[in-house]
Nanobody, 120 residues
Framework: QVQLVESGGGLVQQGGSLRLSCASSGGIFRINAMGWYRQAPGKQREMVAT???????NYADSVKGRFTISRDNAKNPVYLQMNRLKPEDTAVYYC??????????????WGQGTQVTVSS
């Protein structure tokens, strides 16, 4: 079973930066896609940024030009660099991976989330 743990969240002032990391445990054969999602209080979870195994990226309009998603190895597969943060970016951020485990079983895993709070 592939498990994910996010880190890097915290409290930052408006205009500041944070870098979120996602660590995985469990054997991974192949990752199809990775992404970051967020959920603010009283709102539905929304896509922030995604990246495929081929490197294609997609961003929410609200973060384009400010956030950058990048990928690395299977143990630390995906990062989110967040610059010029705004109070409306305040939310719990979740990492998501889908692909195939080393037992060739499909997985679609979520982390437990990391809190990002941007003060004005």
């Amino acid at each position: 079973q592939v498990q994910l743990v996010e880190s890097g969240g915290g409290l930052v002032q408006q205009g500041g930066s944070l870098r979120l990391s996602c660590a995985s445990s469990g054997g991974i054969f192949r990752i199809n896609a990775m992404g970051w999602y967020r959920q603010a209080p009283g709102k539905q979870r929304e896509m922030v940024a995604t990246i495929t195994n081929g490197g294609s990226t997609n961003y929410a309009d609200s973060v384009k030009g400010r956030f950058t998603i990048s990928r690395d190895n299977a143990k630390n597969p995906v990062y989110l660099q967040m610059n010029r943060l705004k109070p409306e970016d305040t939310a719990v951020y979740y990492c998501n991976l889908n692909g195939y485990s080393d037992h060739y079983e499909y997985f679609d895993s979520w982390g437990q989330g990391t809190q990002v709070t941007v003060s004005s």
